[in-house]
Structures are given as C-alpha cells and as structure tokens.
C-alpha cells in the first residue's frame, strides 16, 4: 500500500485531548478503509506564520499512515467538514520514518538546552554574566563631546 505523510492543524481554543479524539476518529476511518497509522506524533500548540480563520496559533500532529488512496480520499473527506480542523497535508512519501520527526528532536533540543540553562544560572548566582557584570578590557571612553556643545 502507499505510505503518506499527513500533517494536521487544529483550532487553538480545543483541548489537547478534543484533538487526540479526532486523531482517533480519523484513525478509524484509515483502519475501516483498510489501512492503518504506523506512527502519531503530537507536536502541540505553535503559532501560525498568518492568521487561518481567524486564529493566530493552532494544535500540530503528524500522522504517518500506510493505506490505499480511497482511505486518505475518505479522511481528507471529513477533515473539510469538521470546522476544528483548519488546514491539512497529506503527502505519499517512499518509505516513512521510524525515528522522531524533525519537530520532534527540535524540541529535545530545546528542552535540554532550557534545562543546561537553568543549571547554569542557579550555580552563577542571580545576575552573573547579566547586567551590571565586569565590562572587561574595554577601557576609558576618554571625554564625550555632543554636537551643540564645543
């Protein structure tokens, strides 16, 4: 069967778990069409590059799915019905990945890094390499003239 990439942005103001249902929802309609989700990733809320409906942020997930094309027909069917459902992509791929998407990893980096900086501010100490540290070499700035005054 064909591989697809699906990509799903869902209205802001639903529930993390309103989304997971509709995940659940779709993901009945692939499996009762023959196919099936080989993987779910939940990327959360991000904020849109432009507005979509009149909203600023919405809820990302990726769907990797193995199903026939009636499947993805059906699924895409009811996502331009459903109004939570703001835009979506779906794209055959060659093979799927198992590792975690880009998203993903993106956000272990980011979380790893808030953590280092979070360890490395509580050894310095409130303030250290902030304002009002050390200016180094930099020197006098000798005298100051302003342009009325000579």
């Known amino acids: 069967m064909p591989l697809y990439e699906h990509v799903l942005l869902a209205r802001q103001d639903v529930t993390s778990q309103q989304v997971e249902q509709m995940i659940d929802t779709y993901k009945g ?47 895409e069917r009811q996502m331009q019905i459903s109004e939570d459902v703001l835009r979506f992509m779906t794209v055959r791929v060659e093979e799927l990945d198992q590792e975690p998407s880009a998203m993903m990893q993106k956000r272990d980096r980011d979380d790893r890094k808030d953590r280092e900086r979070g360890r490395r501010r509580d050894d310095e100490g409130f303030g250290g390499g902030g304002f009002g540290g050390d200016r180094g070499d930099r020197g006098d700035r000798g005298e100051r003239s302003f342009g009325g005054e000579g």
């Open 29 to 75: 309609v692939i499996e009762q069409n023959g196919g099936r989700l080989e993987k779910i990733e939940m990327w959360g809320v991000k904020s849109l590059a432009y507005r979509i409906k009149k909203n600023r942020k919405a809820h990302f997930a990726l769907l990797n799915i193995d199903a026939p094309p009636a499947a993805i027909a059906e699924m």
